[in-house]
Structures are given as C-alpha cells and as structure tokens.
C-alpha cells in the first residue's frame, strides 16, 4: 500500500515538473460599465484618453497615392513602438515625467491601449513602490539600455 502511495506521489511530482512554467496576466482596475469592458466608449474620457484614430493630412484626403505612404508610415512607427515594448520587458527604464521628474523602474508590460505602463520597482523622490502603473499621458519620454 505505502508503495503503491510513493509510486503516485512520484507520478504527480514528475508530472508537476513536466507541467509548462505559467505565464503571467495583467489585470488592470475594472471599468464603470456593467460589463467589465472599460469606460463607456461615449464618455467624454474614453474619447480624449482613447481616440481610435489620427485624422489624415489634408493632401491625404484628394490624393490616395498619399494616403497609402502616410499609412504605410504609420504602421511601420507602429511596429517599431511595439517591438520597444516588447525589448523593454524586464529590463531597468528611466521615465522623463512632467515637472522635471524621472522616476526609475523595471517595466513589465503595457495595457492594449497603451494607456498605462506596470512596473516593478518604481523608484521615485520620495521613495520606492514594489508594483505600480504609470500613465502613459503623464510620460514625456523613456531610456533604457538595449
């Protein structure tokens, strides 16, 4: 009977270490709505926190050539900001905020907007915060060591 026990528990352990390393999720605060979803897209914040889109250049607008390379433009800066993200993950960040602060920190992850930064290890002026969020709107501009 002990054998057949020790022979489960060796089983389970093997299976344990086996198992896939669990990736971690960001929950940010719930939204206001019922659902969960974030804020009411009709909301005076949603529309000047989220704008879903830039407006086109005039020349854009009478010629489609134009548009195609403003698009094509837009797109390629909007790779490249999001392959910065993604090679900031883990590392030591310096943060340039208004009113001359720089607060100092290991970035995490971005919500999908891009509206808030997760951090670990915020180091400020008055102190450090294991877990934070920083709005991005309150961000003059980042650095960190590639």
Known sequence: ?????L???GQMLTE???MATPVSVLRLPKGPDPNSRGFDPKSPRFIALCRTS???SAASE???????REQHARSVLRESFLRCLLSMTNKK???????????????GASDIDVLNFQVS?????????KEALIRCQDVISFTFNV
């Open 7 to 9: 022979l489960a528990c």
């Open 62 to 68: 009478d010629d489609p050539e134009q548009l195609q």
């Open 54 to 56: 830039i407006s086109t």
């Open 16 to 18: 344990r270490l086996s």
């Open 1 to 5: 009977m002990q054998l057949l026990m």
């Open 93 to 107: 960040v310096e943060f340039h905020m208004y009113e001359k602060v720089k607060v100092e920190a290991t970035f």
């Open 121 to 129: 290890d915020l180091h400020t002026p008055i102190g450090v915060q």
